[in-house]
Structures are given as structure tokens and as C-alpha cells.
């Protein structure tokens, strides 16, 4: 015979709520150390992508590096191979500039890639009056004969004189012929700025047989030549020394 309490007491106790599974719970010291194991893993993940980024940075660094040494010491028949592949992206201004020169000097024809090397080496680079006066170059050679020049190649024309006033004679003498050459699209003020520049050339003595061969062409053409000079000797009443720039090129 059951007892009535035994049966209270086996109901009561099939009704209690069963206790917790174990880890369903975790108490503030589990929680707080899976917080540190969290904020240590995220740390870890941090520098690791610090150190890829970098090791990118150098990888990039060392190729630009590559290319620009080979671009900068290329000749004969190393230059032709630089020159059979597509122009390098992503390179550094020296490299550009030295592939311009590259494509002027094997074909002076090739004006529209020597053109792009010389804006890419300008995006990197605004301070080269040599890179100016290419770009100026290659850009006139669109312009058909009489035609007027871009406005882009008179901007780098005007460009190249702004940063190198007299820095280089092999400069000052090429953009004077630049501009007796296209001389109806060439702005008065920058006739004139050529011809100042021009003076200090004259004035040293080394250049008459230059001046020369420069006035007869122009006067042959109906631009006068003298008057022009005559303004730049009121203008340049002394004489200031010029000198080149090491390993600096006239374009063209």
C-alpha cells in the first residue's frame, strides 16, 4: 500500500525545474575572460594586417625602384626592349621622364606616347622645366604646319620658363627657337620672356653665331627679331651667368 505522502512527494519533485545544462551560464569570471581572449585575438588581427600593408608598401616600393633603374640606365638594345612593351603604370617620375627621352630618341615620330610619359612624369612631379618643355614639344607636333598650337603646349611652354628662367642655356636656347617656330600661337608676353631669357646668352659672347642664324630665319619669316632683342637689352642690362643643370636635355 502507498503511502498518500510518498505520492506528494514524487509529484512535487517531477515538477521542479531541471538544472541547468553545464556552460549554458557562464559566470562574470568566464565573461570577462572570454572578453580578454576576444580583444587579444582582435589585436593579433590588427597588427597582422598592419604588417601586410607594409610589406606591400615595400614590395611596391622595391618594384617601382627596379623599373626606374631600368628605364634610367637603358641603352641600345635594352632601350628597344623597354620600348617594345607597354608603357609601365604605376612607375615613379625619374622613370617616366627617361622613357620619354627614350621614345623621342628612338622615334620622333612617337609624339602622343612621348606626350603621356611627360604628364604622367608631371602628376608626380610639377617642378621639371625640362618635362615641360618636351611636353610643349610633343604637343606642337600635332599642330599642322601654320596651325596653331594646343593651348596645353603653350600652358607648358609657359610653365617650363616660370621654373627655369635662365637654370639652363641648352633650355633658354631651345625654347627661343620653340618660339620663333610658332611664333603666331605663341602669347606676346612669353615672346618676350624668351627673348629676356635669351639676353643673358647673348650678353656672355658665346652665342653670336646662334643669334645669328636665329635673326635670319626670323626676318626671312616677317618677325622682327631686332626689335624684340633691343627690348630684352633695355630689360636685361647686366649679364647673369647660365649654366646647365647636370644631366638636363633639351627636348626635340
Request: charged share 25%; with cysteine; hydrophobic share 45%.
Amino acid at each position: 500500500m502507498i503511502k498518500q505522502g510518498s505520492t506528494q512527494d514524487s509529484s512535487e519533485g517531477s515538477v521542479l525545474d531541471p538544472a541547468p545544462l553545464p556552460g549554458s551560464e557562464a559566470g562574470p569570471a568566464d565573461r570577462v575572460g572570454r572578453g580578454r581572449r576576444l580583444a587579444a585575438i582582435g589585436g593579433w588581427a590588427v597588427l597582422l594586417v598592419a604588417l601586410i600593408v607594409a610589406l606591400a608598401g615595400t614590395l611596391a616600393a622595391t618594384r617601382r625602384a627596379y623599373v626606374t633603374h631600368s628605364i634610367v640606365t637603358a641603352s641600345g638594345q635594352a632601350a628597344l626592349d623597354i620600348l617594345s612593351r607597354p608603357m609601365p603604370r604605376g612607375a615613379s617620375a625619374d622613370a617616366y621622364e627617361a622613357y620619354s627621352e627614350l621614345v623621342l630618341a628612338a622615334d620622333p615620330l612617337a609624339i602622343d606616347l612621348a606626350a603621356l610619359a611627360s604628364e604622367q612624369v608631371l602628376e608626380r612631379a610639377s617642378d621639371r622645366p625640362f618635362v615641360w618643355a618636351r611636353l610643349a614639344y610633343s604637343l606642337s607636333q600635332s599642330a599642322t604646319d601654320g596651325g596653331p598650337l594646343p593651348a596645353r603646349a603653350v600652358e607648358a611652354l609657359a610653365r617650363s620658363m616660370e621654373l627655369c628662367a635662365v637654370c639652363s642655356a641648352d633650355l633658354v636656347r631651345w625654347r627661343l627657337n620653340f618660339v620663333l617656330a610658332h611664333w603666331r600661337s605663341i602669347p606676346d608676353s612669353l615672346r618676350r620672356q624668351a627673348f629676356r631669357d635669351a639676353e643673358s646668352l647673348r650678353l656672355s659672347g658665346e652665342d653670336a653665331e646662334f643669334f645669328a642664324d636665329l635673326r635670319a630665319i626670323a626676318r626671312r619669316d616677317g618677325i622682327p627679331f631686332d626689335a624684340y632683342r633691343e627690348e630684352a637689352a633695355r630689360a636685361v642690362p647686366g649679364q647673369r651667368q647660365v649654366s646647365d643643370p647636370a644631366q638636363a636635355v633639351a627636348p626635340g
